[in-house]
């Protein structure tokens, strides 16, 4: 199942905002968020929006 996630996250942008994330990962925004503010998803909050580098999602997908 992580195969099909890494394939999705190639055609990602290098950042991507939680809605991409959702899509890739196949999870709501609340599962995302809590991931984000425990620290098992590393973000970064810029202008009122959180911002999620694609290395940081493929680094996630591979942990888990």
Not at 7 to 30: F, W, Y
Not at 33 to 39: L, P, R, S, T
Request: charged share 35%; glycine share 4%; aromatic share 10%.
């Amino acid at each position: 199942r992580w195969e099909e996630k890494i394939s999705m996250i190639k055609n990602a942008p290098d950042v991507m905002t939680v809605k991409e994330v959702m899509k890739v990962l196949r999870c709501g925004r609340t599962k995302i968020m809590e991931f984000i503010h425990n620290g098992v998803l590393e973000a970064h909050y810029v202008c009122g929006k959180w911002l999620v580098f694609k290395e940081d999602v493929e680094e996630f997908i591979l942990r888990s």
